[in-house]
């Protein structure tokens, strides 16, 4: 949903616009003089709006959050990534000799 505010506005209550754009995906139209001059929204709604990711890779998404590897810490990337190159390097190893 887009607000229509004032540059007064904006200016004197900008910390909890800010909170209402990052935590309930608002937008604030921002007005000066009755003339639109500015769009406050948050850096994810944004994304959405002018990058949206290509159905493959919410399909990627979908299927993390369900596995619940969207919660993964880079300690557990990490851990993840050295572990399959120990695996990889092995089936080298025992394939060559």
Same mark, same amino acid.
């Given at each position: 949903?887009?607000? &229509?505010?004032?540059?007064?506005? !904006? ?6 616009? +800010?909170?209402? !754009? ?6 604030? +139209? ?7 001059? @500015?769009?406050?929204?948050?850096? @994810?709604?944004?994304? /959405?709006?002018? !990058? ?5 890779? &919410?399909? +990627?998404?979908?299927?993390?959050? /369900? &596995?619940?590897?969207? &919660? ?9 990534? @050295? ?15």
């Amino acid at each position: 949903m887009t607000h &229509k505010i004032t540059a007064v506005t !904006a200016r004197t209550q900008f910390g909890q616009i +800010l909170d209402r !754009a990052v935590e309930h995906n608002e937008r604030f +139209l921002v007005e000066r003089n009755g003339e639109p001059v @500015a769009v406050i929204m948050s850096v @994810a709604d944004f994304v /959405r709006t002018l !990058a949206p990711a290509p159905d493959w890779l &919410k399909d +990627l998404q979908d299927h993390a959050r /369900r &596995k619940g590897l969207d &919660k993964l810490t880079m300690e557990d990337i990490d851990a993840e990534i @050295a572990a399959t190159r120990r695996e990889r390097h092995e089936r080298q190893r025992h394939s060559r000799g």
